[in-house]
């Protein structure tokens, strides 16, 4: 068991499968996703003023169930909220996405996740519906049924278990310090479970997402 828990890294998340507007600028003319507030998810984004816009520090990833390196980035994100030069309508807060390596691969229908991480930057994970990894995600955060409206997931302060550390991992939110403690604990699951070697970190990360469907994490913690 791990000392840290994903509280320790996000203060929110939120996800939901893209829409065409999301996905595809061609259909809206931006590069914007929307109902993030419908959700209660502007409490971690704040309200800018009228005419005013507030930027994060952001991460973008997208993740597949193969074998291949994710496509990973680092981008400015904007929140803000759009009137339709309407000065008496209520402000629609939206969330604006640069052109960039991650957000060219976006389709319709993809599962996107939506994080507010404690150090005050935005992580966004994207990967096929119906995917593995899509399916890790959602048993990591709490999200059962996944439509195309926004669901906030549950950020618990229990300690991590392997899977969801491995899974971190991928994403680049583990520290150097944590790293230790993780090669400690995988020193003891190969002296649990035998063998001459224990598998490398890729191999086994890929086999934890491989297995997400059927992750429990009340019987992972137990097993191990």
């Given amino acids: 068991m791990f000392s840290d828990s994903i509280s320790d890294y996000f203060d929110g998340v939120a996800a939901k499968h893209l829409s065409a507007v999301d996905a595809r600028p061609d259909k809206s003319n931006q590069h914007e996703i929307g109902g993030l507030p419908k959700v209660g998810f502007k409490r971690f ?3 800018p003023p009228r005419g005013e816009k507030r930027r994060f520090s952001g991460k973008l990833v997208y993740l597949t169930d193969d074998d291949t390196s994710p496509t990973i980035c680092d981008d400015e994100l904007t929140w803000y909220g759009a009137t339709r030069k309407d ?9 604006y996405y640069k052109t960039n390596p991650v957000t060219v691969l976006l389709n319709e229908g ?3 996740l939506v994080g507010k991480r404690t150090d005050g930057s935005l992580l966004l994970v994207f990967c096929q519906a119906g995917s593995a990894v899509e399916a890790q995600l959602r048993a990591v955060f709490g999200l059962d049924t996944i439509g195309e409206k926004f669901k906030l997931g549950e950020i618990s302060s229990s300690a991590l278990i392997l899977p969801v550390r491995l899974l971190l991992e991928d994403l680049g939110l583990v520290t150097a310090e944590k790293q230790i403690e993780r090669a400690d604990w995988l020193d003891r699951l190969a002296a649990r479970f035998g063998g001459q070697s224990f598998p490398q970190t890729s191999v086994f990360s890929a086999f934890a997402r491989k297995s997400a469907r059927a992750f429990d994490p009340v019987a992972i913690r137990t097993q191990l």
């Fill in 45 to 47: 984004l704040g309200e």
């Fill in 87 to 95: 000065p008496e309508r209520k402000l629609e807060y939206r969330l």
């Fill in 110 to 112: 993809d599962f996107f």
